[in-house]
């Protein structure tokens, strides 16, 4: 009985279950057309396709390589395929898994937050103030197989506590790489999905991710890289 009144006496009453932030977010960025539909965007000169239905899909990236040539990659269900000037490349099974692993990993960040609700652990990190809103602050383990990274990846999300959008997102590429703190900015609604572009900056000191926003707030990152989505579509899946 006494051990059961401490367990009570102990538990936040106020502190919300960050699996349902997470759903209060997919729902406020559009998560059921990311589920199933066709997506494309171009960033950094290099344009991605996705085409999802349910579980089924399929992720392409289309780029110019160095001597001009028509790059084309393929992910999906089935397995990895490489294309220059619409001839399949045969490459090493190491540099078959870090090319799609690449692909992957680039079109999970640029969606987020979809996906974010197949993390391993979704654990409730507080809330914090950041440019005078309030946010729930959480942190994401996902399995490889989800993020495409290869390997599992932590990530730190801040969810706004009013709109339930994802403003700022913490992540670290690489085990000794430095940590990054992504600002979005620019979000449109596009078919129903929200979109957003991101102000990155990065340090090489090992903060931990959560700390991350102090460091922004007191001003203490060089200046950001910034990544733009642009000739974003959004549309349902064609009729067969």
């Not at 367990?7 to 997919?26: G, H, I, M, R, Y």
Request: aromatic share 10%.
């Amino acid at each position: 009985m006494l051990s059961a009144l401490l367990f009570l006496f102990s538990c936040d009453p106020t502190e919300p279950d960050p699996k349902q932030v997470v759903e209060n977010a997919l729902k406020a960025h559009g998560h059921a057309g990311y589920q199933q539909g066709v997506i494309s965007f171009r960033t950094g000169g290099v344009q991605y396709r996705v085409l999802r239905h349910e579980d089924a899909f399929v992720y392409g990236r289309t780029f110019k390589g160095h001597s001009g040539q028509r790059v084309h990659d393929v992910v999906q269900n089935s397995g990895f395929t490489r294309t220059v000037n619409d001839q399949e490349v045969k490459m090493s099974q190491e540099m078959t898994e870090e090319v799609a692993s690449s692909v992957s990993k680039e079109i999970f960040l640029a969606l987020l937050p979809f996906n974010l609700n197949n993390a391993s652990e979704i654990d409730y990190e507080g809330n914090t103030e950041l440019k005078g809103e309030m946010y729930h602050k959480i942190r994401f383990r996902m399995p490889p197989e989800k993020n495409g990274a290869g390997e599992e990846m932590e990530l730190v999300g801040w969810f706004h506590e009013r709109t339930h959008m994802l403003d700022y997102i913490a992540y670290a590429p690489e085990k000794e790489g430095a940590v990054q703190f992504w600002e979005a900015k620019n979000p449109r609604m596009v078919g129903g999905i929200r979109f957003q572009d991101y102000n990155i900056y990065a340090t090489t000191h090992r903060i931990s991710l959560e700390r991350l926003d102090n460091t922004f707030e007191l001003g203490r990152f060089n200046e950001p890289q910034e990544i733009t989505l642009e000739e974003v579509k959004a549309s349902d899946l064609p009729s067969l």
